[in-house]
């Protein structure tokens, strides 16, 4: 069935689902076990980020079936469950994270970290310290796997045979992500599985100089047609030893930048059997599901419609609170590290290539349509300023022939049934910018990506279009239409939110405190975010995102009862505390999943 066929059929039953979209994401669904309980909290400070929030000293809310139920200044009437007026710490609103991939982060936690790796003897050395505690790894049906490589430190591309030159890696299948993902490094064994005559992919490079190795964004296809890939189980395990880490880093929910139909179901499986308890209940060694996910469907073979796969969990939409699935994710283009994000003028360091569209123009476009008019939020990776420019004119397009009658400004269509976001708008031309703000489309950033990119963003760009077009922030919040969404990437960067709030504020790297050439000035300090503008990102960006407004991100009555305890007011931090902050609590939905020991 052709594109324009599934659209019809599917259409007009998930049309008006889509109209519904806010009534049914504010359904609710709670554990049995939080369906009775009331219970109050106060604590010695409390930042609500609610409007008109005016209140100094301790404050108490009240919790039931997950959810506040009210806010209010501490009388000095109030006990908690253990004799004590006020709690310790400063509570805040649960932290989201606005682009991370679940996953791929529990696979990276239980592989080899490369990390900051410094040449391939590093390399080589992590791979071997993996295969002595994790024998049996390395065969055909269980491949090994490392993540966070970076040609800039092995002094070029690597090579297959740079890692079978080693006599204890020679003969296993090892595939190793680049540490933007968009790059695989295999072995000799991997090779082997493949067609002996290499054809270049369209929106894809297969790396042949200095050798046969290295496969680049639509030709990793090649490879990961060939990879075993976990099973359910080990899948289920992944979700569990990540979801484990990122409460203890005080994140409650996270969207989902790409998650297949197969791994879909999965996640609604394990939502919906969550067993953590109610309100007051500690369940830090509890191994569920206990973060809520806001997933962008990936369809099987990217940038293509299988609104068919989706569509019974689209209708599903609303029956909890800890799954949503209402949105997909596109990609336009690769990443700027390994030259493959899509520019309108060639590269500084490299003018033989101006990067590599994954889809073209038309195609984007089309398909931009077809899943906002079947009920889809769609949200479009794009780095460069020309895969940045096409994601715009996609969703010009999609208001343009959507939003009827056109009555008003498409910001407000944009705003109130769409919410169209480009995931990272790294590099974006001035005129696009312009337009960005002019339509009211959402910037999902990354602060962290800027900081890890700005030793060779300029080499890359060149000073130009470094001032002028690159790691935009502070900018986007200049004409007040909304919130910029905050995030990670993890796990090509740490989840860690309170790193991204460095990042965001600092604008120097969160692992060094340094900016470029190991100085302490910011870089590009105009494009900084103020702390409060930081933690909103953190926050009330990732709810607007999500269409979650009001309901996540927030201290206040009717909203999620989702929470972060810190020592002291966010405020009282020095600004370098924030690059290693341990939260004392973590609560999600008036649960506790997480307590510092």
Known sequence: MGVASMVAAGAVALVGLYLRGSELLHGSSTSPAAASSIETYCYEGITTLAEGEAVAGPQCFT???GRFTSVEPY????KDERGSSILKGHAIPGLWDGHGHLIPYGEYLASVDLFGSSDATDVRHRLHEYLAQHPGVGGHDKWLRGFGWDQMALGGMPTAELLDSDERLRGLYIMLDRVDAHCIWVSQAVLALLPDELLDIPGGEIVRDPGLGVFCDNAMNLVLNQYPGPSKATKTEYIRLAMRQMRSMGLVGMHDAGVTPEDLRLYQELAGSRHVGGPGHHSDKDDGWTMRVYAMVECAERNTFCQQDVAVLRQQEGRSDFLSVRSVKLFADGALGSWGSAMLE???DRPDTAGSLLVDAAALAQLTRDWAAAGF?????AIGDRANRYAVDAFEAALVALCQPPAGPLADCQRERFRFR???A????PHDQARIHALGIVPSIQPTHATSDMAYAARRLGPDRTRDEAYRMHSFLKHGLHPVVLGSDFPIEPPDPFQGIYAAVARRSPHTGLSTNGTKEPWYPAEALSLHEALVG???????GGFLDGRAGVIQAGALADWVVL???????DIEDLRSMRVRETWVGGTRVYERE
């Open 567 to 573: 020592d002291k007011p966010l405020d009282a931090y």
């Open 538 to 544: 953190f926050t009330q960006g990732p709810a607007y």
């Open 346 to 348: 060639p590269y500084s």
């Open 426 to 429: 790294q590099i974006i031309h």
């Open 377 to 381: 939020q769609v949200n479009i990776h």
């Open 422 to 424: 480009i995931e990272h």
């Open 63 to 65: 919790v039931q079936d």
């Open 75 to 78: 009388t000095g009437e109030t």
